[in-house]
Structures are given as structure tokens and as C-alpha cells.
């Protein structure tokens, strides 16, 4: 990951109003396109330039190549209120996150996330890296944000669970858990734009925690197909269970390992 600098340039008056909205334009339009990660991005005034600090998963992700037509248009939008297009300039590598994908041709994706990761949930399954977005076709309408939301939405449920501290706890659970829960159905619903573009297998991962014993947990069912699903060694030593025909990944009861 790495840490990029968005100068923006005044070439006429405008109100700070105006420029923070066209800004917001360009910096959500940028993060629903996979081209910049996380959801915090602080914008200083200084000597007449707006600067606004953001996380790129790759250090050319800016590229306009890369843009989304979201992109390209809120790029445009900033003449409107009296900016120029954002100046790139990249600070360096952030030592704490981790890399980002650079296979050409993974041969195969899983969707995963946790409420920790700001990073793509999208990931290779060839060496577990983050894929960014952008390098694979627009899911819909022209970029990621389906994806982008259905990943906010399962850490959101998932910090509740992990934190113990309301009544959502057991909902929230089940969100991330359950085959017949809503996130379930919406992360489904994208494995298969995904595999229908990439034309790769795309695995869901699905979260468990609790179950009575590790022997009954090793004799857990792929919940879909109720077919044999565990493997012999985890994969990326994460992935207990693996269903290739439900495209399905789990782990061994996170009380239990
Ligand atoms: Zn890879
Ligand atoms: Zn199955």
C-alpha cells in the first residue's frame, strides 16, 4: 500500500463549500473504482492547494488509465469549481500494510474480509494477495462500489460480533455466518459477476465460531451441498474447508483452534 498526496490547484476563486464537494467527487468516485483504499481521507488548505493524503494499493493505481468513467467525470467536475486536476504525487510505502496482487492471471479469487482489513476483499488465489480492484472488468455500472459496499457492510457486522456488546451480536453473526442471510446472498450474487468476467472460480468465504467439539468441527458439512469439504491442509493456512462445486470456503470454528 502506499501513501499518495491529491494536490489540487486553484486557477480561479472558489468557496471551500464548492472545492470540498468536488473533491468528495473525485476521492469516493477514486475508492468505489478500487483505486484508492479505506474510507478516512484528510484534505488540508495550505498556500492556496488543497492536499488530500490516500491509500493506493499499487503505486501507479492512479493511473488515468486505471479511471473509471465515474472517475474521468468527477475530474472534469473539479474546472466547475475552479480546480484543476489533482497532481500525483506518491510519499512512499506504508510499512504496516501489506502488498497487493501483481499476478497477471490469477487462476482463481476469493472474497474475503475482516473488520481489521483495509485492504481489497478480493483476493488471489494463487498467493492470497489483495487483487486491485481496477485490474479486473468493472462489476457494474462502470465500477466496484457493490463490492466496495457489500465488504462495509460485512466489517461493520462483523466489529458488532467481535465486540459482544449489544443485541446485533447474534444477527450480525448470522450475517457473515449463514447461507441464508442477505450478505450471503449479495456476496453470491457478485462471485458470480466476477466469475462471469474473469471466467475464474471466485470462493465465498463463509465465517464460523462456535459448534460443540474440534472432532465434530472437523466433521462439518459444506453447508450448501452438504457434500465432503474439509481439507487435508488449510489453504493459505486459513481456509479449512473448501467446496470447489459450491465455490465455498470456511475455517475450523474460531473456538476451537
Ligand atoms: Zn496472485
Ligand atoms: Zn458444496
Redesign the pocket.
Known sequence: MFVVDLTFDCYQDTTLDMAEVAINRVVNALRFNGQIIGDEFPTVLKDGYFITRVMCPLEDALHPLNHSPFVKHAIDQLQKAGLLAPKVKVIGQDIHANGA???TE?SSYILYTTYVHTCSPLY?G??F?PVPLYKIPAIANGDYKALIKWQEDWQACDQIQINGATRCEFAALEEISSINSDLFRRGMDLSKRIRFLTQKPVYYYLYRVGGESLAAEKQRKCPSCHGEWALSEPWFGLFDFRCDSCELVSNISWDFQ
Request: hydrophobic share 10%; aromatic share 0%; charged share 40%.
Open positions: 496482487d501483481q499476478c490469477p488471489c494463487d498467493d494477495l
